[in-house]
């Protein structure tokens, strides 16, 4: 699968794409590196004055702040892309409950409710003799329910 059209692609996420895939890499870390040696070194040049420890302070100050939103952005496009790819995965298996689909809009509350639910699933599915099946929480009710009634069953035929 190669890469869609970038026709759709603004000039910003373009720049934005490019700033954060090279700042990422060796190169851009050594030439940063590169350039703190070389204020360190100017330092008993400029005897070590307001002036010269301002200019690191400064840069730094201005880079941070725009790399922040340069990677808050490309972390969001990055969160929304596995959303998309899970919910396809959801979607496509008979056996996924689609009430995971878009999670993600859920209130912090609903997804407490929603991690006890799978909790009690992990629970029943330990008690289950097959913890090797696959269950929505649904399943893992009724399948436990089943074998705690065939169990009783058992023992009370055994107690017969």
């Keep these: 699968m190669g890469n869609q059209s970038n026709e759709n692609i603004s000039g910003f996420e373009k720049v934005s794409n490019a700033i954060t895939v090279y700042s990422g890499g060796t190169p851009v870390f050594l030439v940063a590196v590169g350039f703190i040696l070389l204020w360190g070194v100017t330092g008993p040049i400029f005897h070590y004055s307001?002036?010269?420890?301002?200019?690191v302070n400064t840069c730094t100050s201005i880079i941070t702040f725009l790399m922040v939103f340069l990677i808050q952005k490309s972390q969001n496009k990055e969160s929304i892309a596995v959303q998309l790819?899970?919910?396809?995965?959801?979607?496509?298996?008979?056996?996924?409950?689609?009430?995971?689909?878009?999670?993600?809009?859920?209130?912090?509350?609903?997804?407490?409710?929603?991690?006890?639910?799978?909790?009690?699933?992990?629970?029943?599915?330990?008690?289950?003799?097959?913890?090797?099946?696959?269950?929505?929480?649904?399943?893992?009710?009724?399948?436990?329910?089943?074998?705690?009634r065939d169990d009783l069953i058992h023992n009370a035929n055994r107690e017969s």
């Design 85 to 148: 790819k899970l919910n396809e995965l959801i979607a496509a298996s008979n056996h996924a409950s689609n009430r995971l689909l878009n999670i993600q809009d859920l209130s912090e509350e609903e997804l407490k409710t929603l991690y006890q639910h799978y909790r009690t699933l992990v629970e029943l599915t330990q008690k289950s003799q097959s913890n090797t099946q696959s269950h929505s929480v649904e399943d893992a009710i009724e399948t436990v329910k089943d074998e705690i």
């Design 50 to 55: 307001n002036t010269w420890l301002l200019i």
